[in-house]
């Protein structure tokens, strides 16, 4: 997810470019399986720093569901907006320091290209639900025997709390007086 911006470092504030992406193969962490093609939209926007990227991601990952332990894919949409600076002059090739406004931003590199693969990287990682769930209603495992619930129910007995006996004693008591 590359793209040569030297012409729009040229271009004066508010010129923008827009790409569709479709892109396969694309490895964005050792952690993220994705399977099939990344497809979305980005615009490039020339702003007084350097460059504003934004758009969009459609992507699929291969996730263990947290109930069942199931492999399954993860359809996601993700939005992404960063901010991109020049290292170097466009016109002059003179080294060009980061901005200093305390906002964290991309490199544009040396050849004036801009790879937005870590964008969309640090943006999956921050959509990614902490429970992954192959299903909203997944049943999950029986903690007894392992068993998928979601296949049916299992022959098991519910365990009682130990903490609890004394409760299941008095109910046995209050019964027996009756």
Not at 91 to 113: M, R
Not at 139 to 158: I, T, V, Y
């Amino acid at each position: 997810m590359l793209f040569n911006v030297a012409q729009l470092m040229k271009s004066p504030v508010g010129t923008s470019l827009e790409y569709d992406i479709d892109e396969e193969n694309v490895r964005l962490d050792s952690d993220l399986t994705i399977s099939g093609p990344i497809t979305g939209h980005v615009r490039l926007r020339r702003i007084n720093q350097g460059l504003l990227a934004d758009g969009w991601m459609d992507l699929a990952l291969e996730r263990e569901c947290t109930r069942c332990l199931k492999q399954f894919e993860l359809q996601m949409h993700v939005p992404f907006e960063e901010r991109f600076y020049p290292t170097l002059d466009v016109i002059t090739g003179a080294p060009q320091l980061p901005p200093d406004d305390g906002e964290d931003a991309f490199p544009i590199d040396d050849h004036h290209q801009v790879d937005i693969t870590e964008t969309v990287r640090q943006h999956v990682l921050l959509e990614i639900p902490m429970v992954t769930l192959c299903k909203e209603d997944c049943a999950g495992l029986c903690s007894q025997c392992g068993k998928d619930l979601n296949e049916g129910p299992c022959d098991c007995q519910p365990e009682v709390d130990s903490r609890l006996s004394v409760l299941q004693t008095l109910l046995q008591n209050q019964e027996s007086n009756k």
